[in-house]
């Protein structure tokens, strides 16, 4: 598969497309997002947040996806994310049938206007995503877990207690604090493995205890070992 992704219109969101040919593709890795996915052979689809990695998308014809910012998309689809944690499911089973027609029939417009999936996708759904702002404690905790924060440290700054940032999270993100930590450090690591640091060096610097911790981490979360991700990762 051959894989693109570029920023959305929308600030904070990327749009991709997949289209056949070339090597398989490394799986898709938790990140704590959400996307909106279509494709030939299944239409339009949902893919909740992972706490696992994911094959990448199989099958025939092309795929095209809006992926929201971590924290942004229950507000935006109006489903808690926590309902959709590691599933792919149809958009029926999410949204209204007539919100499901109107992103449809605007999609297929798109398309045989000659617009390309990326394009088409993002175009007809734009209009649809009207929800409200994210939870500002959804933030807060998305902040803490990138700056590999202690939960009880946003706690303190957000005047959250640590049981409602759970709930918070748990609509936002469909885990917990920390696994969100977890998938965080996970992507702060890809860039080093990605440049070919040292796995010891990479431990340190993505914030892991040690190279066996970074080893468990990777194993549970990607079902490899790190070196067997990098190779994964080079195609």
Not at 58 to 65: E, T, V
Not at 177 to 182: A, I, V
Request: glycine fraction near 10%; charged fraction near 20%.
């Amino acid at each position: 598969m051959t894989f693109r992704e570029r920023p959305a219109r929308r600030p904070g969101g990327w749009i991709w497309v997949s289209t056949p040919g070339g090597s398989a593709r490394a799986p898709v890795l938790p990140d704590g997002c959400m996307d909106l996915l279509w494709s030939e052979e299944h239409g339009l689809r949902l893919a909740g947040p992972d706490t696992r990695a994911q094959p990448a998308g199989a099958g025939r014809g092309r795929w095209a996806g809006y992926r929201f910012a971590p924290g942004t998309a229950p507000a935006l689809l109006g489903v808690p994310a926590r309902a959709l944690r590691d599933l792919r499911v149809p958009l029926a089973e999410v949204w209204p049938a007539a919100r499901v027609r109107h992103l449809h029939d605007a999609l297929t417009s798109a398309l045989a206007d000659g617009a390309p999936p990326g394009r088409a996708l993002e175009t007809a759904a734009l209009p649809l995503l009207t929800g409200t702002p994210p939870d500002p404690l959804a933030l807060a905790l998305l902040a803490g877990a990138r700056a590999a924060r202690p939960l009880t440290a946003t706690a303190r700054a957000s005047g959250a207690s640590p049981r409602r940032l759970h709930r918070v999270a748990l609509t936002a993100f469909g885990y917990g604090p920390r696994t969100l930590n977890r998938v965080l450090r996970l992507q702060r690591a890809l860039p080093l493995l990605d440049a070919g640091t040292p796995l010891a060096a990479l431990a340190a610097e993505a914030g892991y205890a040690d190279q066996p911790h970074l080893t468990r981490e990777c194993r549970a979360l990607t079902g490899l070992t790190p070196r067997e991700l990098r190779a994964a990762r080079k195609g």
